[in-house]
């Protein structure tokens, strides 16, 4: 599952994408959604969500999940308590 979102700095529109690769990295099947949200941790999360869910609904109970926001892998990886050290 490799995921990405991304928002517009003059604007408020954000949108989330992402593919499902098979295990040769073909591509399987791909999902891009407008979203209403404002920050990029909120933006990317949605995508990381949504990229889980689609490989649900196709019969996935094991995947590769790959996103570029080091403090959303963090907290995934770690739990809550991996922001707490940011404040």
Partial sequence: INVDGSV?????RAAI????RGPSDG??????IRTS?????????KAVL???????NRGF???????????LVDVLRNG????SNIA
Wanted: net charge neutral; glycine share 8%.
């Fill in 61 to 71: 109970r094991q995947a590769k999940l790959e996103c570029d926001n080091v403090l």
């Fill in 50 to 56: 949504e990229g889980l869910k689609l490989a649900w």
């Fill in 8 to 12: 517009s700095r003059n604007s408020s």
């Fill in 80 to 83: 809550l308590a991996a922001i």
């Fill in 27 to 32: 591509w399987l099947i791909g999902f891009r």
């Fill in 37 to 45: 949200m404002s920050d990029i941790f909120s933006i990317e999360a």
């Fill in 17 to 20: 994408g992402g593919v499902l």
